[in-house]
C-alpha cells in the first residue's frame, strides 16, 4: 500500500523564494496534517483539513505560510516569501479521524532557505 | 503544564536491558494514545496504538493508566536498533479532534 507521499525531499532555495510543498495522503484518509519539526522547537502542528476543510490553522506561522487542499488526494503547503528561519523538515501526515485511528506520516521534506 | 509531557533522556542502557518510559497527559477526556518512533533525520512511525487493557507486540508492551493519566512503553531484550527518540501521542476531541505529541523520550541502546 502506498503510503503518504511528499514532494519535493530535499529543497534548497535563497531567501524571498516562495517555497511549495506537496503532499499527497493514504487513499481513504480524510484528515491530513501538515507539521513543522526543527531541534529548537521539536515537533509543531501548522494546520489540519478534516474532508479538505481547514480545521485548525491556528499553528501557522505568520501570513507567509499559506495550505490548501483542493481535493481528498492532494495537499500544498506554500511559503512565499521565505526565510532563514523557515528552514526546517516540514511532514505531512493522514489519518481516518474515526475512534482510535493513528496519523502515518510521510518521509518529509527538507527545507534549506539560505 | 504541558498537555503531553515526557522525560526527555537520554536513557542509556545496555543491550538485553528493559527499559520503561512514561508520558503523563493532562486532558481527562483523551481518547486515544499511541507511541511512535522516530529515528535521526527520519519521519516519526507508528510503534503501537495503547489500550486500556494494555497490549503487547513482541518485546514491547504499552499500558495505559486512565484514573493517573499516563501512559508507558516497556521494551525488554533491549536491541542496539531499538535507539531511536520514542514519542507519545495523545488524540483527544473537544470541538475539534487533536493530536497532541511529546516532545520524546530519547533511548540509546550500548553494545
Known amino acids: 500500500d502506498a503510503g503518504v507521499i511528499q514532494s519535493p525531499r530535499h529543497e534548497v532555495t535563497e531567501m524571498g523564494q516562495e517555497v511549495t510543498l506537496r503532499c499527497k495522503p493514504i487513499?481513504?484518509?480524510?484528515?491530513l496534517f501538515w507539521y513543522r519539526q526543527t531541534m529548537m522547537r521539536g515537533l509543531e502542528l501548522l494546520i489540519y483539513?478534516?474532508?479538505?476543510?481547514?480545521?485548525?490553522d491556528s499553528g501557522m506561522p505568520e501570513d507567509r505560510f499559506s495550505a490548501k487542499m483542493p481535493n481528498a488526494s492532494f495537499s500544498t503547503l506554500k511559503i512565499q516569501p521565505s526565510e532563514p528561519r523557515d528552514s526546517a523538515v516540514y511532514f505531512c501526515a493522514s489519518s481516518t479521524l474515526q475512534g482510535n485511528q493513528p496519523q502515518h506520516f510521510g518521509d518529509g521534506t527538507r527545507l534549506s532557505i539560505l | 503544564r504541558k498537555e503531553v509531557e515526557q522525560d526527555p533522556g537520554p536513557f542509556n542502557v545496555p543491550e538485553g536491558a528493559t527499559v520503561a518510559f512514561n508520558c503523563t497527559y493532562s486532558?481527562?477526556?483523551?481518547?486515544?494514545f499511541f507511541w511512535y518512533r522516530q529515528d535521526c533525520r527520519k519521519e516519526p512511525k507508528l510503534l503501537m496504538s495503547v489500550y486500556s487493557s494494555g497490549n503487547e507486540d513482541g518485546r514491547f508492551t504499552a499500558q495505559l493508566n486512565r484514573a493517573s493519566q499516563y501512559i508507558s512503553l516497556l521494551i525488554r531484550d533491549s536491541k542496539l536498533s531499538d535507539s531511536a527518540t520514542y514519542l507519545c501521542v495523545v488524540n483527544s476531541f473537544s470541538g475539534t479532534y487533536k493530536y497532541i505529541f511529546g516532545t520524546g523520550t530519547r533511548l540509546k541502546v550500548l553494545a
Open positions: 487513499s481513504g484518509h480524510n484528515s
Open positions: 483539513f478534516n474532508n479538505n476543510v481547514p480545521i485548525d
Open positions: 486532558n481527562s477526556a483523551s481518547q486515544s
